[in-house]
Structure formats: structure tokens, C-alpha cells
């Protein structure tokens, strides 16, 4: 088993700032990335992308190529095509990382050593549940923008954008940038949001968001019709998407459309943290869980951090400073650098990181999904993978079902190919709606390794240890 001083989950913009900088620490540093290119999902397929030289993805975007040659170039290892599926504590200065490797259907398991975690997995997009959003032609909008920037897709047909966040308005604009037709862009924020917001405008008039917003508001309503204060959604079709049914200031009209597109916001990716032990907590801002980490990063496991999007949504700018600063922290945790050293070099990565969260408590508080669309009701399908609705999950908390875990018992909600990534949210406010009490006294799915799909063949071929192989012996022994 190889082992190294620290070990990175994830290739996005917190990954590749932390690995760099460690390496540059002196630390063996091993960045395991899903993908099979840097990036992440902000700067997916930067190194690539085919949009170079169109005009269609701003210079936030090829910002990303900056980082992964900053990367390559600092003496870590990178193992792309590497699914982490678990980190457990071996003795009481390693963790042992399992983790896949190879293309679907080629994948080898194999476990490596690492005094240090770093977790930056970065977010994913919250789940929209609207009646018919199954149907094949509904995607969310990230999905969207990961064909156009990895790919050069978009859609033919007539194509909608529903729901709230900057990413609708980031992406009506490159396609209108790329010369694709948008049918229109159903807004879902909340009539009054503004006014809620406006306690927090003036860090968001001095931040750098304040003019890229402006920007990409004016281009996208030059060519796309708007349509504010949604309140209801649904998709028509019996096969396919046919039309999108919706309500706007007590209205009730009806677009055909081939492909609707939805994203109300994005929630840490917290699978792996919930399932490794570290503590999360409820986020009422964002409305989603998230570890607990300090100033640091550090988590409640010992050498365990998170970094960006993984430890509560910030952006891509922040995300990379957390990574640098989790790498200090991880230097000192490990005695490359004195803690007087971490400090020091803490202070400009500090101040980058106040800059970049300037306004973000704008575009929390304006673009909190609204309860309607986070907590479904009737038969609306909340639990894809076992087709799980919103009514039944409502009945069985009704009847005393108290939390997700014991849900699983009643209608196996999380037990499926995603192991709760898609209902984990819906789920908890659903029940927490029900029983009349906050989503944090009910918490959280308990999540066990392995944490992403692993084949049987898959550990079956992992090399045995001694200690395996004498607990195989033992057990054995009894019967």
C-alpha cells in the first residue's frame, strides 16, 4: 500500500489550489480527481474545450487553465479516473483511501495510506422536484453547461431555463453568445427578494459580482424573454417533454418546448464527510447541511479538512483560497511549518478570501430556493432512483416515521444507485414540514462506505492483508 502525507478528493478549483500548494510545502501530495481532466465541475474541460477562441466562456472560466499548470508544475501526483468510495482511520496517524481506477468497466480498487485528507468535492446542483421532471429532455442547467463547455453541445429544439441563482443567467448568455435560441427564462425568485437582500447591497455594489451581474442581466434580456415571480412548475409530455406548465402572478400559461433546463442553486457535496463521521450542521442561509470545519477548514476528525464548495457554497474564487489555506493548515498539522509560519503566510490568502466573499450574503438571501420548490407535494416523484413521492414520504412521516434513516425502512428513499444525493434535501424538509420542527433536528441520511457505486469484482480483487486475512480466520473459526 503506497502511502503519502496527504491526499486531495477532487480536481476542482479548492483541490488544485490546495495539492499545489502542499507540494510546494514539501509534502508527498496525491490529488484523486473522478474526472478524467482538471477542473472540476466550474472548469470543466478548460484544458480542451473546443469554445476557446468563440467568445462564449468569459475569462472567469479560463481562469481554471491557470490553475491546472500552476498544479502540474508543483510535483504533485495526479491520479485522474479515481472514484474515492472511502477514508477510514488506521491507527492514529493514517487514513486508508479507497478509491477506483480506470474508465467504466475497467476499474481496479485499490486502498492508499495518507496522513492528511484533504475533502474538495466540491457542490452539487440542489434537487428541483416538479411534477414530471423525469422525463427524458428535463437536465439541469450545470448539466447543460458541461456539454457546451467539455463538448460544444446545446439543445435544438425549443428550449427553457426554469428556476433562481446566477448560473441560469450565466448560461442563457453563452448561448445567446453561441447563437442558440432560448424560448424563455422562468424566473422563480420570490416577488419581495430584493427588498430582503438589500440589508446586504452594499458589499455586494463594492464586490466584483456587482458588475459581471449587471453585464450578464443586460445581455440576457436583450434576447430572451423573461418571466419573473414563478410560483408553479410542471413538465407536459407522456414520453418526452412537450411543453412547461407554470405560474406567474396568478397566471397559468403553458410553453412547448423540447428541453427544459432547471437549477435552483447548488448544496456542498457532503457524502463522503457524512459517511467518514465528520460533524455537518444545517445552514439555514443556503438551506442545505454542511461540515462543521474552522477557520482552517479542520473538521472534527483529526487531519481530516475540507476545502471550498465541500465545506458550504462560496464560488469558484474562494474555493481556490480555502485550498491554500487547508494546505497550510495541513503543513503544520503535519510539522512541515510552525504555526507562527501558517499564520504568516495566512494573511494575504485571508485578505483574497474576504474580497472574494464579498456579496455573497446578497446572493444567498436573494437566491434562496423558495420552500415550493425545495418541498414537494402529491405525486410528485421526490426519490428517483426507487420512484419514492412526495405524498408518500409526507404519509410516512404522518404515521411516525422521525427521520431519512428510518425512511429507508418505510420506502427505501436513499437506498438506491445515488445513495441520497438526489432526495437527501427534499427528503429531511419534507419530513421536518411534517413533524412542524427545523431540518436540523432531523437530519441528515447516515451514509456507509462505500459512498460511490463499487462493483463486487471490484473488492474482490483488492490485494488481502495479514490482518484480513486473519480476521477471515477468526470468524471462521466460530461457526
Same mark, same amino acid.
Given at each position: 500500500m503506497r502511502e503519502v502525507d496527504v491526499a486531495v478528493v477532487g480536481g476542482g478549483p479548492a483541490g488544485l489550489a490546495a495539492a499545489a500548494a502542499c507540494a510546494r510545502l514539501g509534502l508527498a501530495t496525491v490529488l484523486l480527481d473522478e474526472q478524467a481532466a482538471l477542473g472540476g465541475q466550474i472548469y470543466r474541460g478548460v484544458t480542451a474545450s473546443p469554445l476557446r477562441t468563440a467568445g462564449i466562456?468569459?475569462?472567469?472560466? &479560463?481562469?481554471?487553465?491557470?490553475? $491546472?499548470?500552476?498544479?502540474?508544475? /508543483?510535483?504533485?501526483?495526479?491520479? +485522474?479516473?479515481?472514484?474515492? &468510495?472511502?477514508?477510514?482511520? %488506521?491507527g492514529d496517524e493514517l487514513y486508508d483511501v479507497g478509491l477506483s481506477r480506470g474508465a467504466a468497466g475497467a476499474r481496479q480498487a485499490q486502498f492508499l495510506a495518507a496522513r492528511a485528507v484533504i475533502v474538495a468535492v466540491g457542490a452539487q446542483e440542489r434537487p428541483f422536484p416538479i411534477p414530471g421532471w423525469t422525463l427524458p429532455g428535463v437536465i439541469t442547467v450545470g448539466g447543460a453547461q458541461v456539454l457546451l463547455k467539455t463538448s460544444a453541445l446545446a439543445p435544438a429544439g425549443r428550449t427553457v431555463i426554469a428556476g433562481c441563482g446566477p448560473l441560469l443567467w450565466l448560461l442563457a448568455t453563452q448561448y445567446a453568445r453561441a447563437g442558440v435560441k432560448v424560448e424563455a427564462l422562468l424566473d422563480t425568485t420570490p416577488r419581495g427578494r430584493y427588498a430582503e437582500a438589500a440589508s446586504h447591497a452594499l458589499g455586494f455594489l463594492t464586490s466584483d459580482y456587482f458588475a459581471?451581474?449587471?453585464?450578464?442581466? %443586460?445581455?440576457?434580456?436583450? =434576447?430572451?424573454?423573461?418571466?419573473?415571480?414563478?410560483?408553479?412548475?410542471? $413538465?407536459?409530455?407522456?414520453?418526452?417533454?412537450?411543453? $412547461?406548465?407554470?405560474?406567474?402572478?396568478?397566471?397559468?400559461s403553458t410553453l412547448p418546448a423540447d428541453m427544459l433546463l432547471l437549477h435552483q442553486g447548488v448544496v456542498p457535496s457532503v457524502n463522503l464527510t457524512v459517511a467518514m463521521g465528520c460533524d455537518h450542521r &444545517?445552514?439555514?442561509?443556503?438551506?442545505?447541511?454542511? +461540515?462543521?470545519?474552522?477557520? &482552517?477548514?479542520?473538521? /472534527?476528525?483529526?487531519?481530516?479538512?475540507?476545502?471550498?464548495?465541500?465545506?458550504? $457554497?462560496?464560488?469558484?474564487?474562494? =474555493?481556490?483560497? %480555502?485550498? %491554500?489555506l487547508a494546505a497550510l493548515a495541513v503543513a503544520n498539522a503535519l510539522g512541515r511549518i510552525d504555526a507562527r509560519t501558517r499564520d504568516a503566510e495566512a494573511l494575504e490568502p485571508r485578505r483574497a478570501l474576504a474580497r472574494a466573499l464579498r456579496g455573497r450574503r446578497f446572493f444567498d438571501t436573494l437566491y434562496r430556493p423558495p420552500d415550493a420548490f425545495r418541498r414537494p407535494q402529491g405525486d410528485t416523484i421526490v426519490c428517483r432512483c426507487e420512484e419514492v413521492t412526495a405524498a408518500q414520504v409526507a404519509d410516512a412521516a404522518r404515521r411516525g416515521c422521525p427521520g431519512p434513516n428510518q425512511m429507508k425502512a418505510f420506502l427505501r428513499c436513499g437506498m438506491g444507485p445515488c445513495q441520497g444525493r438526489f432526495c437527501g434535501l427534499t427528503v429531511t424538509e419534507l419530513i421536518a414540514r411534517e413533524r412542524g420542527v427545523s431540518p436540523a433536528a432531523v437530519g441528515y441520511y447516515r451514509l456507509r462506505f462505500p459512498v460511490t457505486p463499487l462493483a463486487l469484482g471490484e473488492l474482490a480483487a483488492l490485494p488481502s492483508t495479514p490482518e484480513a486475512e486473519a480476521a477471515v480466520v477468526r470468524t471462521s473459526g466460530t461457526h
Open positions: 466562456l468569459d475569462d472567469d472560466y &479560463w481562469r481554471g487553465a491557470e490553475l $491546472v499548470q500552476a498544479f502540474r508544475v /508543483s510535483g504533485a501526483t495526479y491520479v +485522474p479516473e479515481a472514484a474515492v &468510495w472511502a477514508v477510514t482511520k %488506521r459581471k451581474g449587471l453585464r450578464l442581466l %443586460r445581455e440576457v434580456r436583450a =434576447s430572451v424573454r423573461i418571466v419573473e415571480h414563478v410560483t408553479a412548475l410542471a $413538465v407536459e409530455g407522456r414520453d418526452a417533454v412537450e411543453g $412547461v406548465r407554470y405560474e406567474a402572478n396568478g397566471v397559468a &444545517w445552514n439555514d442561509m443556503q438551506a442545505c447541511f454542511e +461540515p462543521v470545519q474552522d477557520a &482552517w477548514g479542520g473538521t /472534527s476528525l483529526a487531519n481530516v479538512f475540507v476545502a471550498g464548495d465541500a465545506g458550504g $457554497v462560496v464560488g469558484a474564487e474562494a =474555493s481556490e483560497v %480555502r485550498g %491554500r
